[in-house]
């Protein structure tokens, strides 16, 4: 109950905008950190790969109850992003070493990475992908696993 009044007081004082803003922040702050974008809580991981089924704070369903391929955005995500370093880092080695850049650390230093980033971005363009999907499909309240949930709750407006 003081969690509304507190949200509804919140509401009032900003602009709607400004709460879209602010909301769309904390959840990519939260995924940022590998925790549960929809409320901070966690560990969300098993493991480095695996992800639990809900979250044992708020009890959202992790995949939100779609099919195993709920993650290919995240997957989607991980390649660009690797890819968008790998090349971006590349040309600035590059500039930065004109006119004699170094081509053959290139190949040695580049495979290594392109092997390596997506592995260490996993986990992380899982929450990113959670938390760009609640930014446009906030949670709905069939989404929460209550049973051993302790706060389960749908996430301030
Ligand atoms: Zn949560």
Redesign the pocket.
């Known amino acids: 109950m003081a969690q509304r009044t507190r949200s509804i007081e919140h509401r009032q004082r900003w602009p709607i905008g400004v709460t879209r803003v602010r909301r769309i922040l904390r959840l990519f702050a939260r995924a940022f950190l590998l925790r549960?974008p929809?409320?901070g809580?966690g560990p969300i991981f098993k493991s480095w790969f695996h992800l639990r089924e809900h979250?044992p704070?708020?009890g959202?369903a992790l995949e939100r109850h779609e099919s195993e391929d709920y993650f290919l955005g995240g997957m989607m995500l991980n390649i660009i992003v690797v890819e968008l370093v790998f090349v971006g880092g590349l040309i600035l080695w590059g500039v930065l070493a004109w006119p004699n850049p170094p081509w053959d650390l290139f190949e040695d230093a580049g495979v290594p990475f392109m092997i390596l980033a997506p592995l260490l971005f996993y986990p992380l363009s899982k929450t990113l992908w959670l938390a760009f999907d609640l930014c446009f499909r906030p949670v709905r309240p069939e989404e929460l696993h209550t049973s051993d949930a302790p706060t389960a709750r749908l996430p301030d407006a």
């Open positions: 549960c929809n409320c809580g979250c704070k708020c959202l």
